[in-house]
């Protein structure tokens, strides 16, 4: 089984920065694609970021473009969310996921394995 772990969320106010972490056990790190996916209140889940089997290759949802970065460090089997300037409409559960067999992906079906996610709220 593949397990993934966030961490890093918390309360922090309008400008500030948070950088989510997702741990991996259970498979080879680096044969997954990766992504962050977001849920705020009352709303359907959201693409944020992903990044490719090496790390060569990433892309990031117009909402958070210039804001968020996303990395990997395979020989650690982590991946990261820095995430700067934030907003209160950045206010949502994090949610770290894996998928195979695809390159880059913001479609949250090409995801097999998902975190428990963490709580991310921005204040005004």
């Known amino acids: 089984q593949v397990q993934l772990v966030e961490s890093g969320g918390g309360l922090v106010q309008a400008g500030g920065s948070l950088r989510l972490s997702c741990a991996v056990s259970?498979?080879?790190?680096?044969?997954?694609?990766m992504g962050w996916f977001r849920q705020a209140p009352g709303k359907e889940r959201a693409f944020v970021a992903t990044?490719?089997?090496?790390?060569?290759?990433?892309y990031t949802a117009d909402s958070v473009k210039g804001r968020f970065t996303i990395s990997r460090d395979n020989a650690k089997n982590t991946v990261t969310l820095q995430m700067n300037s934030l907003k209160p409409e950045d206010t949502a559960v994090y949610y770290c996921?894996?998928?195979?067999?695809?390159?880059?992906?913001?479609?949250?079906?090409?995801?097999?394995?998902w975190g428990q996610g963490t709580q991310v709220t921005v204040s005004s």
């Open positions: 996921a894996a998928g195979g067999r695809v390159g880059l992906s913001s479609d949250e079906y090409d995801y097999g394995y």
């Open positions: 259970g498979r080879t790190f680096s044969s997954y694609t």
């Open positions: 990044i490719n089997w090496n790390g060569g290759r990433t």
